[in-house]
């Protein structure tokens, strides 16, 4: 049977468990390091063929001419129902990882947050209450630790070898809630070392934050302007040096996550002279956003974010640090809160929840502002998006790539077609828009999620339950 990908729509909903073949035509096939014409050929959740002209029959067919055929983006940082500042991040499970899936990604990585005084297990149960059997595009977790005792180091090997959570999430900020200081995170990581995995860190000095906080509270600065002003680029700076001190000395491979400025930047570019290889994520926010968002009255609590958004300098450092194989990934931080929620801190602006929502537009941004725009070519768009979160991470050759053998997450984009985002139009469960009425050019047509078309011509074809855990692996300390 042929079908374009318009005509998919009336017979995917009926075969999710039988074996289906597809046969995508004519695209440009991009990876991180390939660019290529050929047909793609999908038996059940994998890529079994890839050559030109292949003469296979298959249940569908896809014409792919004059699109762009690259693998599904992966998001290693969202925050899904996730218990925050008072209230909880406005996507969950569903909305999350459906939004992810019209905006071409399709894996995410969320955040597991541990209590502290609890076990990492009590929270690894915890986010499975609120995972299990919702999500609709594919996902993993990261652990963030928050209270590294003698308890929690005996669970770290048990993370790692049985749960498929590989990685360990750290605090330098938020202290009170999530932050730990220098002792626990030696401790922390000399176990994560020994046992194969990584540790991911939001690197921002928590101290000094709350002194600036407290300093624009006591003289009545209270706009989001001051949350700005509280986070300035040194507290981001310090603790990035810090963290790729500590890793160096205890040979733990580290990931600094949203990293946002040139000083924080900095402190990876002199640690890589020592040979020291510490793993860099930034935000699509970090790179086409800067801090004059603020400068208006409560409305610039929209991106009211931690770390904040930085200067039109550190827009070019992120961008350079791509092309330098410094910054390796870019992800979103996705942490969406309803505009009803960001009136918490109406009077205060420590009270806003911090975070926005990116979770749909990643890929569509990246690719308008950078390949479109001749900052990045189209394989470091892959890498960024796709490839180096699915090595780092150790979800490598499954996810990441295009490739025999490799799960058939697939996505087909037209990179000419011109659309303007609005929350209007997209899925995330949030009622503004970081980007309304922003243009971009580049469009994600198709998606295939383990061999199934989940998005084609505007419409998702799956529900909640089809998206999986994805248990990982040991991770490499270099890519
Ligand atoms: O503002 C942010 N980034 N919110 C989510 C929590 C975090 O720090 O990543
Ligand atoms: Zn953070
Ligand atoms: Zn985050």
């Known amino acids: 049977m042929k079908s374009t990908s318009s005509h998919i729509s009336h017979f995917t909903s009926h075969i999710q468990h039988i074996t289906m073949s597809i046969l995508i035509k004519n695209g440009r096939v991009i990876t991180a390091t390939d660019d290529y014409v050929a047909d793609v050929y999908i038996e059940g959740e994998i890529i079994k063929a890839i050559g030109a002209n292949l003469k296979i029959q298959a249940d569908q067919e896809i014409d792919a001419k004059g699109k762009l055929?690259?693998?599904?983006?992966?998001?290693?940082?969202?925050?899904?129902?996730?218990?925050?500042?008072?209230?909880?991040?406005?996507?969950?499970?569903?909305?999350?990882t459906r939004a992810a899936l019209f905006g071409g990604t399709t894996t995410v990585i969320d955040f597991i947050l541990q209590t502290q005084g609890k076990s990492l297990q009590s929270a690894l149960q915890e986010w499975k209450g609120r995972s299990d059997n919702n999500a609709v595009g594919d996902y993993s977790f990261h652990m963030a630790v928050t209270d590294f005792n003698e308890e929690t180091k005996k669970e770290i090997q048990h993370f790692i070898e049985v749960e498929g959570i590989t990685s360990f999430k750290t605090f330098m900020a938020y202290k009170g809630a999530l932050m730990i200081d220098d002792r626990q995170m030696v401790g922390l990581m000399q176990e994560v070392k020994k046992h194969g995995g990584l540790i991911n860190v939001h690197a921002t000095n928590g101290d000094m934050i709350d002194f600036l906080i407290a300093k624009h509270k006591s003289e009545g600065k209270l706009s989001p302007l001051y949350h700005y002003l509280s986070q300035p680029e040194v507290t981001e700076a310090e603790a990035s040096s810090r963290f790729a001190d500590l890793a160096d000395y205890t040979g733990c491979p580290g990931y600094i996550v949203h990293l946002t400025c040139e000083g924080a930047l900095n402190a990876v570019r002199f640690a890589t002279r020592r040979n020291q290889h510490v793993f860099v994520e930034t935000c699509i926010q970090y790179l086409i956003l800067d801090a004059s968002l603020y400068e208006q009255n409560f409305e610039g609590a929209k991106w009211v974010m931690s770390p904040p958004l930085r200067e039109k300098k550190d827009q070019e450092t992120l961008w350079a640090g791509l092309n330098q194989g410094l910054v390796n990934v870019v992800a979103t931080d996705h942490c969406p809160f309803?505009?009803?929620?960001?009136?918490m801190g109406k009077d205060d602006f420590s009270k806003i929840p911090n975070g926005h929502p990116a979770i749909e537009n990643r890929m569509e941004l990246l690719f308008s502002e950078g390949v479109n725009k001749g900052r990045i070519t189209l394989n470091k768009y892959v890498e960024v998006a796709s490839t180096n979160a699915a090595k780092i991470f150790g979800m490598?050759?499954?996810?990441?790539?295009?490739?025999?053998?490799?799960?058939?997450?697939?996505?087909?984009?037209?990179p000419n077609e011109k659309h303007t985002l609005s929350a209007k139009t997209h899925h995330m469960n949030v009622d503004y828009s970081g980007y309304e009425g922003w243009e971009v050019k580049g469009k994600v047509k198709t998606v295939l999620l383990r061999g199934q078309v989940v998005i084609d011509n505007n419409e998702c074809k799956v529900s909640k339950g089809y998206g999986q855990f994805v248990k990982r692996n040991k991770v490499a300390g270099k890519i």
């Open 396 to 414: 490598f050759p499954k996810k990441g790539t295009i490739a025999i053998g490799s799960d058939a997450d697939i996505v087909i984009f037209d």
């Open 69 to 96: 055929v690259m693998p599904g983006g992966i998001d290693p940082h969202v925050h899904l129902d996730m218990p925050f500042m008072g209230t909880y991040s406005s996507d969950n499970y569903e909305t999350g």
């Open 338 to 343: 309803m505009w009803e929620q960001k009136l």
